[in-house]
């Protein structure tokens, strides 16, 4: 793959955009243009050479590019963005991109849309809605709404809340009575100190039972009526990391609909949810990737109108006293996970899928199993390394549910 060199073309800033959004390596046919803080990406059947475009004035620079009917991007789960090889059509030139950075990854939007500018207005839209979520469910941003609402801990009253953060934390704490505590976003305390211990290299484990008075989903009521929050104890935390991407991935897509795009995809680090399929297409291609994210998918999947999580700890990880920790928190022991694993988990909504890949993880193969029985609408692949061999397990729907959200309707898109 060659790597396509911007400096002569762009100022330092922009390049670093590019590179942000992982587009300074890439084998594809496209028009690429600089706007503001995205990146639009135009695809092109007939086009090999690569034209940039600066906002205040045109410098064009003709690359060549190794061309191939097939783009794949790699990662924890790959994506691919491209047509199939088997069936190049119309649709093909029709495939539009635009990246922007936010909750601490790249966020890219594809649709199957005839008019740019069409693309560039509702994709500005689902950008600004995503923003807003951010604003209000950041664990990094001291004025975020969840981190001022932390503050208040323990609340004398409780306190009113935007419908958003209601919205991510009723799901939240949904999923904690349904995966049996694995999933707890008032682990932040705990998630705070792990942030530490992973910088230096080494845990405290009186810290960790000393933050495990503040944690736990009994010290968090929801009122439904008043739409209001009340925090039992003192230094509590609560932590959205492993929901709210997901709750801003479904928001866009609800955006791109209204302005009448219901063919589309947002991706978010690896978190994937999609509408209808590109036409001609049986689905938006996907993959699972196995304990090694640089090895290829282990299985395909055409997928539509749903969402695919992934969760995984190839890099983050602390090694002490001759253990390997997670950074994947189980808020029921305050220590990260020691089983070494990738977790895949479809569902009808990135919400849903973004919070039980976090659950699963805690889980494990033991546990996952009887947890899912009561769970239909999850389907989820794990491979885990026991005896420094891989291992995989598929929960028994996943065929079936792969199956039933193929896109069925193709011929009517």
Request: glycine share 8%.
């Amino acid at each position: 793959m060659e790597t396509l060199r911007f400096a002569w073309i762009l100022s330092d800033g922009e390049v670093g955009k590019f590179r942000r959004a992982s587009y300074y390596e890439v084998k594809l046919k496209a028009y690429w243009i600089l706007l503001n803080d995205s990146i639009i990406c135009r695809r092109d059947k007939g086009l090999r050479e690569l034209i940039s475009h600066r906002r205040t004035r045109s410098v064009g620079a003709k690359v060549t590019l190794s061309f191939s009917k097939g783009t794949v991007f790699w990662g924890a789960l790959m994506l691919a963005l491209s047509m199939s090889n088997y069936r190049l059509c119309a649709g093909e030139n029709s495939l539009l991109t635009v990246s922007q950075p936010h909750m601490g990854t790249i966020v890219r939007i594809v649709a199957d849309c005839d008019d740019a500018g069409h693309f560039r207005k509702a994709t500005d839209e689902a950008f600004a809605r995503i923003r807003e979520i951010e604003q209000i469910c950041s664990d990094y941003r001291s004025d975020s709404e969840v981190l001022q609402l932390s503050a208040k801990s323990p609340t004398e009253t409780p306190i009113l809340v935007s419908d958003d953060l209601w919205n991510v934390l009723a799901e939240a704490q949904k999923v904690n009575r349904a995966s049996n505590g694995a999933f707890d976003i008032t682990v932040g305390p705990l998630t705070k100190e792990w942030r530490r211990f992973r910088r230096r290299g080494q845990l405290d484990s009186e810290r960790i039972e000393a933050m495990q008075g503040s944690v736990g989903a009994q010290h968090l009521t929801l009122d439904e009526n008043a739409q209001a929050v009340s925090l039992a104890v003192s230094n509590m935390r609560i932590d959205l990391g492993g929901i709210a991407k997901g709750y801003a991935i479904d928001a866009a897509l609800e955006i791109l609909t209204s302005h009448d795009i219901p063919r589309a995809l947002v991706d978010a680090g690896g978190d994937v949810a999609v509408t209808g399929a590109p036409r001609g297409e049986a689905g938006w291609r996907v993959g699972l990737a196995g304990l090694d994210p640089k090895q290829p998918p282990i299985m395909i999947a055409y997928i539509s109108q749903c969402a695919v999580a992934t969760s995984g700890d190839a890099f983050q990880f602390l090694e002490h006293d001759g253990k390997r920790y997670s950074h994947i928190l189980d808020p029921r022991t305050g220590y990260g996970v020691e089983h070494r694993a990738t977790v895949t988990v479809f569902a009808k909504s990135a919400t849903e899928a973004d919070a039980w890949a976090s659950a699963i993880s805690v889980l494990g193969p033991q546990e996952t199993p009887n947890v899912l029985k009561q769970q239909p609408g999850i389907a989820a692949w794990i491979e885990v390394l026991v005896d420094e061999k891989p291992i995989s397990w598929a929960s028994t729907n996943l065929g079936s549910w792969l199956s039933e959200h193929s896109q069925k309707q193709s011929a009517d898109n």
